[in-house]
């Protein structure tokens, strides 16, 4: 396997296997008749989100290396935009898993604050997803 295939397996790989383990683990809350088996995905996948948007915080060490230079490329500007921003996205998905959480234990958190919890994971996941491939293509792998 050739540098390019890898990286393209390693991240569809980081894409899709927090949705497949998901998937894998609602058959067996389905099978199993284990209550209230659609509560914890949602919870799953906001907290594979935040664990993609830590991951893009880090700044590269050729950018970190041209920080005090007066000239940055686009890219390298990119790269520190996507940083910061993955600083604020994880925060926010942090509040996301904690409000998915509490709500999956009581219907009373639900009620203050009404959230789509598939629809409102599924889009932080692609936003998470979105925001880790611009990185990617940012810090020009």
Same mark, same amino acid.
């Given at each position: 396997m050739r540098g390019?295939? /890898?990286q393209?397996?390693?991240r569809l790989l980081l894409i899709s296997l927090p949705v497949f383990m998901g998937a894998v683990e609602h058959m067996l809350r389905v099978a199993l008749h284990q209550p209230d088996h659609a509560a914890? /995905?949602?919870i799953s996948l906001a907290a594979a989100g935040v664990s993609l948007d830590v991951?893009?915080?880090v700044v590269p060490r050729a950018i970190r290396r041209g920080l005090f230079e007066s000239y940055l490329s686009t890219r390298q500007?990119?790269?520190i935009f996507i940083a910061k921003?993955?600083?604020f996205a994880s925060l926010g998905g942090t509040l996301l898993w904690?409000?998915?959480l509490m709500a999956s234990f009581s219907n009373e958190v639900s009620a203050i604050l009404p959230l789509h919890p598939y629809r409102d994971a599924v889009l932080y996941y692609?936003?998470?997803s979105l925001v880790t491939e611009w990185n990617t293509w940012a810090n020009g792998s």
């Open positions: 390019r295939e /890898f393209w397996m390693s914890f /995905f949602p991951a893009v915080t500007h990119q790269a921003l993955g600083v904690l409000y998915l692609l936003f998470s």
